[in-house]
């Protein structure tokens, strides 16, 4: 499958990399391989996994060539995954 970036994520992603240090490939392999998706508005669709101990959630939209990573949060709190 493939991955699109965003600007946005893109920056969004290099912050977390210094503060947090979430690789891209981490990101990608949660929007490539996630735990869960969740629906979220407007033909979003939220990837979302467990990842250092929080809930790194990636919007993201299908697109005809793969996924297009949107921004994402991690969240710290350490989030639920939905049964």
């Known amino acids: ?3 699109v970036w ?7 992603q290099k ?8 690789t891209r490939e981490e990101v990608e392999r949660v929007v490539s391989q996630p735990e869960q998706v969740v629906p979220g508005e ?4 939220i990837a979302q996994s ?5 809930l790194l959630r990636i919007p ?7 996924r297009k990573i949107l921004t994402g ?3 710290e709190q ?3 995954i939905l049964a």
């Open 42 to 45: 407007h033909g979003v669709w």
């Open 15 to 22: 912050q977390w990399e210094i503060k947090k240090g979430i």
């Open 50 to 54: 467990r990842v250092r101990g929080g």
């Open 6 to 12: 965003t600007r946005h994520a893109e920056e969004r």
């Open 73 to 75: 949060v991690l969240d």
């Open 1 to 3: 499958m493939r991955i």
């Open 60 to 66: 993201f939209m299908e697109i005809p060539e793969g």
């Open 78 to 80: 350490g989030g639920q």
